[in-house]
């Protein structure tokens, strides 16, 4: 029998939550640098009020929710599931202060977007937006996906290695770099920040070889960088990166969104000498098979088409949106409206695959992710071999992620539960998109793009889509994030306080 | 004389329509396949120029569609105010061949230009910060400090640890 829910549980979730709005205080922070080296003085109290208030509300729950009490594995899900929330609403202040979006729910849609890394956008007018708002939508992306809320707040604010363990799982990252749990949360940090500064002079330098002046260029570098490495895919202008019209920024993002999609764990060891393991690891494997086939699927149905013709044309619309959408980040290079209007259904429904299925585990991506197909993929392959075989033989199979892994009926089957969510959570968005009068692969695709924190999008979200959409997606989006699990977790906490009450 | 005062507005309103021959963005971009290869004309803000040695891109924003414009960089120089958060920039008129994935650029959606003016200069926008807005930030965050040392003072009191500001210090 589930116990029922106690004063204290709720404090310890409360409690923790207070550690979550110091932070995003302190963020809201950082974009009032940007408005003073653009003389953008009027946009400086925005984000002063929205600190402020993550302040003041960090203060009060922290001072009346104290409790010294450690966390367990059902506060740490919850506490993750309601920091995405909380922060994301947060922050929106500042976006909502700006008018850069029509309503206070498109600023929380903006915000979500961003914390999730998916960059789906409702802003208006991105062309005249001021630097320190275009800053805090990607700095939002680079924070809350490619970092992770969650290990900045340990890394700044770790009180003990259990508590940190847990709300560690709960925001879907799994530990096993270093010893230390906050260390390891440093060590996210640290590959974060270098692949930020490679992913800066990156673009930076293509973006001044396409015709950029040097401080546009480093501006749009650092925002396209932290997008790209959080697979988040906003966007300093409204025509994303074709507004460059540039092949080397294409190849810069290209390099920027494959490193992204990486697992941290590979990361880590690759840069500590292990070369090698980037062949042998199941993902990486996974992700190359499905970005050589979707590829060249893709490419195959637009040049039959006599859509695009030429070989780098080819590349820069076909291979790289594959990528943008394989990898979960959502760069764009054709008009939304392109992609519902022109786009052939076969090429459509093939990104929406490449979308659903996603990046590496602990990487910055979405989606069900390499490592649970690549598992899924072996069993498969393992039941096919067993059948074939004599009844006396014994099937063992494994996958090599980092170090050799048993494929075990628990890992089978943990994958396949993730998997078996995401497309019941995929029917249902695409059901409820559909009937709002959307044809079903854009409702496919948009939904998939939703649901995996891409971004790409056919021209369903814009500011003018109806309200129960844009919920919708909130919904899809931040349930996408924390790998469905840590929702229904949260789900039946509630579902529990209703019916059993709280008791002291 | 009612009916000639009538007879004279309508006149005169007729006259203030601007030419309708130009073709907006979303247009151009929603019914991409019916203007391919064909001579448009786009009127629009300039959000973008990009130098490419004898060429350059111009993005030109109509109607929330921004596209990109190839003309001669000597054109482009023309233009003295790109679009941000404090201009508007210079309004142009594009006529040129559309095409919605050219060959030329990799499959871009874009208009090769043939004629380029510049019809009106950009300007600054002024962008004072809002009364209300500043006071109210002065308030919430003098309120947030205050708050913050009320409560380390409570916390001091009743010897209860807060974890902040004490954990960062």
């Known amino acids: 029998m589930i116990p029922a829910v106690t004063r204290e549980d709720l404090k310890i979730i409360g409690y923790n939550l207070g550690k979550i709005c110091y932070v995003t205080g302190a963020v809201l922070f950082l974009p009032i640098i940007v408005a003073v080296i653009y003389s953008e003085f009027d946009t400086i109290p925005y984000f002063l009020i929205g600190s402020a208030i993550a302040f003041i509300l960090g203060c009060l729950i922290s001072h009346f929710l104290y409790t010294k009490k450690e966390m367990e594995l059902k506060h740490a899900v919850c506490m993750a599931a309601l920091a995405w929330l909380l922060a994301p609403i947060l922050a929106s202040v500042p976006i909502l202060l700006s008018n850069a979006t029509a309503s206070g729910l498109d600023a929380c849609f903006e915000s979500v977007s961003g914390f999730t890394g998916t960059g789906l956008t409702l802003t208006l007018d991105i062309d005249h937006l001021s630097h320190s708002i275009n800053f805090l939508r990607h700095f939002l992306q680079f924070f809350g996906d490619g970092i992770g809320i969650i290990v900045v707040s340990l890394s700044i604010l770790g009180k003990t290695e259990m508590s940190s363990v847990l709300a560690f799982k709960g925001e879907t990252k799994d530990m096993g770099m270093r010893p230390s749990i906050v260390r390891t949360s440093r060590m996210i940090i640290k590959i974060a920040v270098t692949f930020l500064i490679i992913g800066t002079i990156l673009f930076t330098v293509a973006g001044i070889k396409a015709g950029l002046d040097p401080g546009t260029a480093v501006f749009d570098g650092l925002n396209h960088s932290m997008t790209g490495y959080a697979t988040g895919g906003f966007s300093t202008h409204s025509q994303n990166l074709l507004y460059y019209h540039s092949v080397w920024v294409e190849v810069a993002a290209i390099v920027v969104m494959v490193i992204g999609a990486i697992n941290f764990n590979l990361h880590y060891v690759v840069l500590g000498g292990r070369r090698r393991e980037i062949l042998k690891n199941i993902e990486v494997r996974v992700l190359l098979f499905m970005l050589l086939t979707f590829g060249l699927l893709v490419s195959a149905n637009l040049l039959f088409t006599n859509f695009y013709t030429s070989g780098e044309a080819l590349f820069r619309k076909c291979v790289f949106h594959v990528i943008s959408a394989q990898t979960t980040t959502g760069f764009q290079t054709v008009s939304p409206s392109h992609f519902m209007l022109l786009w052939p259904v076969f090429s459509m429904v093939l990104l929406s695959a490449a979308m659903v299925i996603g990046g590496s585990a602990n990487s910055t991506s979405g989606g069900i992710k390499m490592l649970r197909v690549g598992v899924l993929l072996k069993s498969f392959w393992g039941d096919v071999k067993r059948a074939l075989l004599p009844k006396t033989a014994v099937v063992r199979g494994s996958f090599h992620n980092i170090e050799d892994t048993p494929l075990t009926d628990t890992v089978i089957k943990g994958a396949a539960m993730i998997t078996i969510s995401y497309l019941i959570l995929f029917s249902v968005g695409t059901a409820i998109t559909a009937a709002h009068g959307y044809g079903l692969e854009d409702s496919m695709f948009e939904t998939s793009s939703a649901l995996g924190n891409v971004g790409l999008s056919c021209g369903i979200t814009s500011p003018s889509m109806p309200a129960m959409l844009k919920v919708t997606y909130m919904f899809l989006m931040w349930a996408g994030k924390l790998e469905i699990m840590a929702v229904f977790v949260l789900f039946g906490f509630v579902i529990l306080c209703l019916r059993k009450g709280i008791k002291k | ?169």
């Open chain 2, 1 to 169: 004389m009612r009916r000639k005062v009538c007879f004279l507005a309508i006149i005169l309103l007729l006259f203030m329509i601007p030419p309708v021959s130009a073709e907006s963005g979303k247009e151009l971009v929603e019914n991409s396949v019916h203007f391919d290869n064909k001579v448009v004309t786009l009127r629009g803000e300039v959000v973008g120029v990009l130098t490419r040695g004898d060429s350059a891109w111009v993005n030109v924003l109509d109607n929330e569609v921004a596209i990109g414009v190839w003309c001669r960089a000597n054109d482009a120089k023309k233009v003295s105010v790109i679009g941000d958060y404090t201009h508007i920039g210079d309004t142009v008129e594009v006529v040129g061949t559309f095409h919605f994935a050219c060959t030329e650029h990799g499959g871009d959606l874009d208009i090769h230009a043939e004629n380029f003016t510049v019809l009106a200069s950009g300007k600054v926008v002024e962008r004072a910060p809002d009364l209300l807005t500043v006071l109210l930030s002065a308030v919430l965050v003098a309120l947030a400090i205050f708050i913050i040392f009320w409560l380390r003072r409570l916390r001091e009191e009743k010897s209860k640890i807060v974890p902040w500001p004490m954990s960062w210090t």
